[in-house]
């Protein structure tokens, strides 16, 4: 997949599928499906002229999207991500899309009309033949553009916009702002319905206070991207993969099941917040190995414990109740 934040570097003709996309949920799947599935016998005739001979598929599925987030933008305070740039790309890259375009949202960006962003920026240096969006997009300055809009504004260019209604068959509504709410409140499987994959946490495993050995109970400790969103503090099931390249399972890599602990450990009097996971009946040097570990089941939130013997009878129990959900 080709990836960039230059509109100069942009490969052109393009089929482009237009939001933010934090999470790549299943929604956002919805709305990116059109470009990937592009007919290429309704280009336009006039861009058709301009492809070279030979060439089968002439346009590129393209996602465009904003970097920063907009909200980081305006609001100048960091922004937590469902997907981070790096997982982003992945999900992306597996459906098969071609290209990835991070539109550097700045003063100028947020200062055109939504006339003028079709105009200069859809189809001059995009040359969109398709578009497709969500319901509730929104763009121009001060988000005055809807997506009925744009749909109206792209028509006058002879390039049409697909609008998809980000719900699932029983009516749920799709959304990154739902996602974050099942996650803090510990909904795993709510989460994991509106992503359409389980939600996961990605991280290079660091050295700890090795207080995990001494309890019986060896963690990889992660240390994960600062703007990851992360959910309510407590105790999970999770499968746990390798990862090669920093950001994927490797290919034919079996699972792990475990059980992680996001909090402060406030029985051994932690100060900083730890996401740490035990592997069920495996043992060896996880040191420097980036895992992806998926969230199955949220099991219990964080607690303080009156003694380490207290502690170590409920991470037993934790890892059973683990190995009987994830069987």
Not at 39 to 66: C, L
Not at 133 to 150: C, H, M, P, V, Y
Not at 233 to 253: F, I, M, N, S
């Amino acid at each position: 997949m080709w990836i960039t934040s230059s509109i100069a570097t942009v490969l052109t003709p393009t089929a482009v599928a237009l939001g933010n996309f934090d999470g790549v949920h299943q929604g956002h799947r919805q709305v990116i499906q059109p470009v990937l599935s592009f007919n290429h016998s309704e280009i336009d005739s006039a861009i058709r002229e301009t492809i070279p001979m030979g060439i089968a598929s002439p346009v590129y599925s393209t996602v465009v999207t904003f970097h920063p987030h907009p909200q980081e933008f305006f609001s100048g305070q960091p922004r937590t991500l469902l997907t981070p740039l790096p997982e982003k790309i992945v999900q992306l890259d597996a459906m098969g899309v071609k290209q990835l375009v991070l539109l550097p949202f700045d003063r100028q960006l947020a200062a055109l009309t939504p006339a003028q962003f079709v105009q200069e920026i859809l189809v001059e240096q995009l040359q969109a033949c398709q578009i497709s969006i969500g319901s509730d997009f929104r763009f121009g300055q001060n988000r005055a553009g809807t997506a009925e809009e744009l749909q109206a504004i792209a028509a006058t260019a002879g390039i049409e916009v697909k609008i998809t209604s980000l719900k699932l068959l029983d009516e749920k509504r799709i959304s990154s702002s739902a996602i974050r709410e099942a996650l803090q409140s510990g909904d795993v499987a709510l989460a994991n319905y509106l992503l359409g994959r389980p939600y996961t946490l990605v991280g290079t495993v660091i050295k700890g206070q090795q207080l995990g050995n001494t309890l019986g109970f060896p963690t990889a400790n992660l240390q994960l991207p600062p703007e990851k969103c992360l959910p309510r503090l407590g105790v999970y099931a999770v499968r746990v993969h390798w990862c090669e390249k920093g950001d994927r399972p490797q290919p034919g890599t079996a699972f792990q099941l475990g059980v992680m602990n996001l909090g402060y450990r406030p029985t051994v009097k932690g100060t900083h917040l730890v996401a740490e996971v035990h592997l069920l009946n495996w043992s060896g040097n996880l040191y420097g190995q980036t895992l992806s570990v998926s969230l199955e089941q949220f099991l219990r939130p964080e607690q303080k414990f009156e003694s380490l013997d207290a502690l170590k009878a409920q991470i037993t129990a934790d890892c059973d109740a683990a190995k009987s959900v994830l069987s």
